[in-house]
């Protein structure tokens, strides 16, 4: 791998980073399409390129969604008793979804990713929440809510992996809506994220092995673990460096720059891949 490679994903990993402190947003929106990039650049066939940067991309936040949910359990922000029903629905769904998005042409992917990321950009940009229901008092200990999370979590897991977020976009907006405490929906979120982004991980994995694409250099299923070892290394760094920058950083008007600039990324990708002239899949 060479020099320009390497730095390629250290500068990746530290832009995702400082994002992720500064935001409080995971790195999918940036990572996937910035791969995809990368990997063409590098001759990945681009019948696989999106797989493996959906994939890599999973992969990398499954070390930052570690530390975040420590961070948030520390601060005493996680609501375990929701963690423990939404977990196993958000396991399932992320995993089933690795094997619909390896059936999947990369072109149903790409554009899947960009539609959902131009709903995440309007979100931001003008600052779209879900009204908290206060008409009934949800809980996890109520049967009929507990089927509730399972759902939620089953759908919110498989839209996460075909577009490679931590969930944080959709599981927040679901448990404010549901009268949790904005704080509390955060940390929960952070903690469902992990076992979400492994799961996902995972499953990207064993179905890019079952397709046959450890041929293409570095890349083991569908995932490339230097790429992964290298954003991570540098994402965690800059992270804490993002994070302090919120105290002096107009950071409502960084949240609309960065909502315009997944849009234009997302752009870019169906650019990258000859795909704003599609006309059927």
Known sequence: MSITLILMFLS???VVGLMAGLLG???GGILVPVL??????QHVPIESVVHIALGTSMACIAFTSFASFRAHHANGAVDWSFVKYMAPGIVI???AATFIAAMVSFKVLAIFFSCFMAYVSVQMLFKLQATPNSKIHFTAQNMAHRFEL????LIIGAISALVSIGGGSLTVPYLSWRGIDIKKAIGTSAAVGFPLSVAGSLGYLLNGWSQAESNIPFVFGFIHPPAVFLIAMASVLTAPVGA???KKLPVNTIKKIFALLLFMLSLKMLMSLDLLSVTSL
């Open 36 to 41: 995809t990039t990368i990997f063409l650049s």
């Open 12 to 14: 990746l990993g530290a």
């Open 93 to 95: 769904g992320t995993f």
């Open 150 to 153: 399972l759902i939620a979590s």
């Open 25 to 27: 947003i995971g790195g």
């Open 244 to 246: 302090n920058l919120t």
